[in-house]
Nanobody
Framework: QVQLVESGGGLVQAGGSLRLSCAAS????????MGWFRQAPGKERDFVAA????????YYADSVKGRFTISRDNAKNTIYLQMNNLKPEDTAVYYC?????????????????WGQGTMVTVSS
């Protein structure tokens, strides 16, 4: 079993950048495909990005494509979500998730382990 801890959230102005991290413990991260999801206030949790166990290819929701980048550093047991040109509609709690397999996809039910989330607030 793997434990996931997100960090890097905070308050940023529109147009700014943040980098989220998701650190794993308990098992090596290279055993898992990973994903980022987010849940805005009063809304359902949605897919943001996914990365395969090997690190390539990567997948993005249309709303973040070209602005967000998912990456992984298996040596550090960490994945990242670089978020640029942030918009107020990106405000949400961001969760990382692990899938026991080569690719987790865009569906939450495919993911086996979840972090507790980190809050991102983008002011206009």
């Amino acid at each position: 079993q793997v434990q996931l801890v997100e960090s890097g959230g905070g308050l940023v102005q529109a147009g700014g950048s943040l980098r989220l991290s998701c650190a794993a413990s308990g098992r090596t991260l290279s055993s898992y495909a990973m994903g980022w999801f987010r849940q805005a206030p009063g809304k359902e949790r949605d897919f943001v990005a996914a990365i395969t166990r090997s690190g390539y290819p990567t997948y993005y929701a249309d709303s973040v494509k070209g602005r967000f980048t998912i990456s992984r550093d298996n040596a550090k047991n960490t994945i990242y979500l670089q978020m640029n040109n942030l918009k107020p509609e990106d405000t949400a709690v961001y969760y990382c998730a692990a899938h026991t397999g080569p690719y987790g996809g865009r569906e939450q039910r495919s993911y086996d382990y979840w972090g507790q989330g980190t809050m991102v607030t983008v002011s206009s």
